[in-house]
């Protein structure tokens, strides 16, 4: 399974774009890349998945350099409700099971 | 938008005693899982389930766990003999079939706190 490296916290202004940059150096070429939002007392959320380059929804945008050792994700304008952990998660999700790491705990002060 | 479903939020139990956790994955779904998360740590994986059988499990998914799909709707975890380091929040998920990409849809969890 691919490791995963993301900072720890990160503070944000409301309004503000914050981009949350997730390493996986051995990430194999089966592997997707998902981003997952987790509240306090509630299940992971799934947020954006991608494979390359670049993905956008209504919610983020993902990023993903032509290795794909490395993924961002962009949060555009920035709430309050947006406080949360956010987990960068690599791996086949047909053959083997998900494992989170420790996320990134965004704040977003007023 | 359809949504994965766990009972009881809260449960709580003596140590010891036999707990059953609930959860009703989304119907189409055909993949389901069991994640824990202790206060404050980590989101753990415990075991994947597919066609009537576990696929995987990890090592804290020992003897005193056990899973089950009684019937087309419920998925459900068994914890036999509960102990005090059982106490965390439960997790269970679903997926759709033959989709490589598709992504895990989690339900809100059941706090269980053992005494």
């Known amino acids: 399974l691919a490791k995963t490296t993301q900072p720890i916290s990160m503070d944000s202004y409301e309004g503000q774009e914050v981009n949350i940059t997730c390493s996986h150096n051995?990430?194999?070429?089966?592997?997707?890349i998902t981003w997952y939002q987790q509240f306090p007392s509630q299940g992971p959320r799934f947020i954006i998945q991608?494979?390359?380059t670049k993905v956008t929804n209504e919610v983020a945008s993902l990023f993903i350099p032509a290795d794909r050792k490395s993924s961002t994700l962009s949060l555009p304008r920035v709430s309050l409700s947006d406080t949360a952990v956010y987990y960068c998660l690599v791996g086949d999700i047909g053959n083997t099971p998900l494992v989170f790491g420790k996320g990134t705990r965004l704040s977003v002060i007023a | 938008e359809p949504e994965v479903t766990q009972t009881p939020s809260h449960q709580v139990t003596q140590m010891g005693q036999e707990v059953i956790l609930r959860c009703v994955p989304i119907?189409?779904?055909?993949?389901f899982y069991w994640y824990r998360q202790i206060l404050g740590q980590k989101v753990e994986f415990l075991v994947s389930f597919y066609n009537n059988e576990i696929s995987e499990k990890s090592e804290i998914f020992d003897d005193q766990f056990s899973v089950e799909r009684p019937d087309g709707s419920n998925f459900t975890l068994k914890i036999r003999s509960t102990k005090l380091e059982d106490s965390a929040m439960y997790f269970c998920?679903?997926?759709?079939?033959?989709?490589?990409?598709?992504?895990?849809?989690f339900g809100n969890g059941t706090r269980l706190t053992v005494t």
């Open positions: 991608g494979y390359k």
């Open positions: 998920a679903s997926s759709e079939e033959g989709r490589r990409n598709s992504p895990l849809h």
């Open positions: 051995n990430i194999a070429t089966n592997d997707y």
């Open positions: 119907s189409n779904h055909l993949y």
